[in-house]
């Protein structure tokens, strides 16, 4: 496709429910990473891959969460028994290179807004 | 901990006027900055990057302008339209050199 593709665009989860929330990155691009956005607020680091290798998963707030890229193209973030404050917008970005210190424009989806009730 | 910040939440300016969106950063090591430009609804749009070996960077119609000495970055938007009406955000590559650390946005309302 043209642009980074995210989905669903929007997700409602009961309290304790599993969702899975899909990424399917510009073609070719090294680099993928996923974000987390609260109302009025920036985008949150949640974790990076390179090719299929996770490389960064610092910013994922809870043992809850888990990403993936097995085959270094689509990602799928993972969120086990959500809770009220997983609510927010989910932002996938890939660029075409990877590595530290590469000044590569990142690509973002439109977002998958997941609302926990 | 060391962040990126915006001095102004909200901007209002008239349609024609030139815009000047602001943003401050306390991490000195930082060496790469980008402005996302985000519509309702939509993912963050990339408007226009600087490295810190420059001062100052021209787009279309935007300037980025880069004061190391201060730790701050600006934005500049010239003859501001309706389609600019946004929020913006300034965004700093982070200590382990790919992750965007992204301020909290200003919100920019163009009107007639």
């Known amino acids: 496709g043209a642009g980074v593709s995210q989905s669903p665009r929007y997700k409602v989860a009961k309290r304790g429910q599993d969702v899975a929330l899909r990424c399917d990155p510009i073609?070719?691009?090294?680099?993928l990473f996923w974000y987390q956005q609260a109302l009025g607020q920036g985008p949150e680091f949640l974790t990076y891959?390179?090719?299929?290798?996770?490389?960064?998963k610092s910013g994922l707030p809870s043992d809850r969460f888990f990403a993936e890229r097995p085959e270094g193209s689509v990602s799928t973030l993972k969120i086990q028994r959500t809770q009220q404050e997983d609510s927010a917008v989910y932002l996938c970005?890939?660029?075409?290179?990877?590595?530290?210190?590469?000044?590569?424009?990142?690509?973002f989806g439109q977002g998958t807004r997941l609302t926990v009730v | 901990g060391e962040s990126v910040g915006l001095h102004l939440p909200t901007l209002s300016v008239q349609e024609g006027d030139n815009s000047i969106i602001n943003c401050a950063y306390s991490?000195?090591?930082?060496?790469?900055f980008i402005w996302y430009k985000q519509e309702s609804g939509k993912g963050p749009q990339f408007i226009i990057d600087?490295?810190?070996?420059?001062d100052k960077r021209q787009g279309q119609r935007v300037t980025v302008l880069l004061n190391k000495t201060v730790k701050h970055l600006s934005l500049q938007i010239a003859a501001t339209q309706p389609g600019d009406s946004a929020v913006y955000f300034c965004?700093?590559?982070?200590?382990?050199?790919?992750?965007?650390?992204f301020g909290k946005g200003t919100s920019l309302l163009v009107t007639p």
């Open positions: 970005a890939s660029s075409l290179f990877g590595g530290a210190h590469m000044n590569t424009e990142a690509f």
């Open positions: 965004a700093e590559r982070g200590p382990a050199g790919y992750a965007l650390n």
């Open positions: 073609s070719g691009h090294v680099s």
């Open positions: 600087i490295r810190s070996n420059m």
């Open positions: 991490n000195s090591a930082s060496d790469y």
């Open positions: 891959f390179q090719n299929e290798a996770q490389l960064d």
